[in-house]
């Protein structure tokens, strides 16, 4: 305790110190500048989808996987035929299960040459870095974390301080989520890495969407990569912390391939041995969506675009455009929704012009974040009085199995919404990391796809409508009440029976607690 104690105060000093820095620490480091493959076309992928590519002109090929499972073998696949470069972004990197048999992949195709650059936020690695920055120690992997904090230990309480002090700027984060081979083909959408997100986890299942793409719009994605890649912001790992010895290296990697091995029976493993996306997807089996595509992106110092400092990329401004230009109908998924006023006034437009709205969001049972949904909650009438139709997805799920595909593994029957996705007129569809709240427009960067097709539109909305039916979803009403004082009604089914509650559903008295503790406090800036 004594020792834990003096590692505190010495933080506090230290956090007073440095807590206050506009620069995340390292950013004096020597880095080499570097840049996606340029001849992608050379490659074995850039080979076999040529044709195609020749064949469809300007467009790019999308196909749309919902399935955990597929999404993480798509990534497995795709690192195993990496033949020249494998460029990896993401907010969250968990070394669990999923995390640790794809980082193994990611290593063997650094084994075989291919040159791996890993940038991931500081967030979630922050205190838990050791095993993933162990990585770096590859000769052809180069791993760098987005505005890292100074303290890399594991003392939660100098972390808190730190972060309390400096949280200016440590409260801007890299939420963008990217898996691009070869400059060739690539993954975009919502999903991290972690058992959550890829249909494995007992605890809960992140209902989630990936889609993969091929042909011109990697390329732009790429260039994106590449921003946040030579960004100032992007800290290099040996600049964090000392490189490990080949020694612990060796250990690292013998670990994984004894995970690999231990799971190899299991019947997650037993599944994902059966699926093959990658594979059907350049065999033609499974056929690509072609269409016209935009890539969507913030620059990576994005504070100070915003502040005027920078001239840059602001995803907010595009993808607030094409809701601007909505004629008929809006369907979102947005598992964080807090619309702010800029936003509310967007939707007002819209209904103004009797544009449906219609809204995808968690419940309070679904939500892991609570503090996200005591924000969205004020906004919860207001919504609904403007027309908006309004669905909170249940935990449980009464029909797991709609048309298009099933909703869920078999790991648990706990789930919630992390896909982020809006459709437009069901013409074109945006499918990235943005969530429909002030944290991705005005503080996290965020990227994501813009894709003009109907075909590929009507494959989200066939998947809203299921998520959206009663089983699966409480539609949040309205009910006229003789005090003139409108009152909601979550309206449901249970094995075949309707239901109306009329008090918030499904949720224990201390999470409706701390909800309601949480709405009082003025933080709706973060969220």
Known sequence: LLTALRVLIAWVAAALITGCATVPPGADYPREQTVALTQPEQTVLGKAFADRIREHADLSGFRLLPAGTDGFVLRAEMAAQAQRTLDVQYFIFHMDVTGKLLLDEVLKSADRGVRVRLLIDDLNLSGRDAQLTMAAAHPN????????????????PARTVEFALGWPRLTYRM???????????????????????FSISPDFEFGDFDVFAAGPTVRRLSTSFDAYWNSPLAIPVPALSTKATPEAFETFRTALRQHRAEKTDEEYMRTVAAGDPLGRIVNGQDPLIWAPSQVLYDSPEKQKVEDGELDGRLLRERLTQAIRNTSRELMMVSPYLVPGEEQMKLLTDLRARNVSVRILTNSLESTDVPAVHAGYRKYRVP????????????????????SGGKLKGNQTDQYALHAKVFVFDRSKAFIGSANFDNRSFRLNTEVGLMIESPELAQQIAQRFEGIAQPANSYQVILRPQPDGMPQLVWHTEENGQKLDFTDEPGSSFLRGLAVNVLSLLPIEEQL
Do not use: C, W
């Open 141 to 156: 992997v180069e791993m760098r974390v987005f505005n890292p904090a100074s303290y890399r230990g594991g003392f939660s």
């Open 175 to 197: 939420h963008n989520k990217l898996f691009l081979v070869d400059n060739i083909i690539g993954v975009a959408g919502g999903r991290n890495v972690g058992d959550e997100y």
């Open 383 to 402: 919504l609904l009085q403007l027309g908006v139709q309004l669905y909170e997805v249940r935990t449980d799920l009464g029909r797991p199995n709609v």
